[in-house]
């Protein structure tokens, strides 16, 4: 459907809703993802590209103007194989690892190792450096990706 097809769809249903031919009220959504269901949901569908049998994470970093700067998921870093590591939950050096650098806000939805001295040794550097962590809590507790509701419900027909 082209994009003036979608636009006269939108003026025709503002049109409806009046359905007096007086001035045209037409409000905008109010059931829409406010900024923070926005991002987590941007987050968990990054998780879901995560090779790690044990662990899915995604993250989604924002600047102060609530644009993406970043995302990204558990994995091997680029250029390394998927299969040039060990997929295991230990190691024989769990200090081994790289901190992202830059970040000033963690909202996290998922607390479930907040004693395991990872996690502390992770709060006591967000402290040191002046990142603010905290858990998200959900308006709703689900978010459905609909990919039949750009063709209005008719799902494996091609667009016009």
Not at 27 to 54: C, G, H, I, N, T
Request: glycine content about 8%; charged content about 25%; proline content about 5%.
């Amino acid at each position: 459907m082209s994009d003036h097809k979608h636009q006269q769809m939108g003026l025709d249903a503002c049109q409806h809703q009046n359905g007096l031919g007086s001035q045209n009220v037409c409000k905008k959504r109010e059931d829409y993802l406010e900024w923070p269901e926005y991002f987590m949901a941007v987050a968990f569908l990054s998780a879901q590209r995560s090779k790690d049998p044990s662990s899915q994470v995604g993250a989604c970093i924002v600047n102060s103007e609530n644009k993406i700067v970043g995302i990204g998921y558990n994995g091997m870093p680029n250029g390394c194989s998927d299969d040039a590591l060990p997929w295991s939950r230990t190691a024989a050096d769990k200090l081994d690892t790289k901190y992202p650098y830059g970040i000033k806000e963690v909202i996290f939805m998922s607390d479930k190792y907040h004693d395991n001295p990872e996690m502390k040794a992770a709060r006591r550097m967000f402290d040191l450096t002046g990142i603010v962590y905290k858990k998200f809590i959900p308006k709703r507790n689900r978010i459905v990706i609909d990919f039949d509701s750009i063709n209005g419900g008719r799902s494996g027909q091609v667009p016009l």
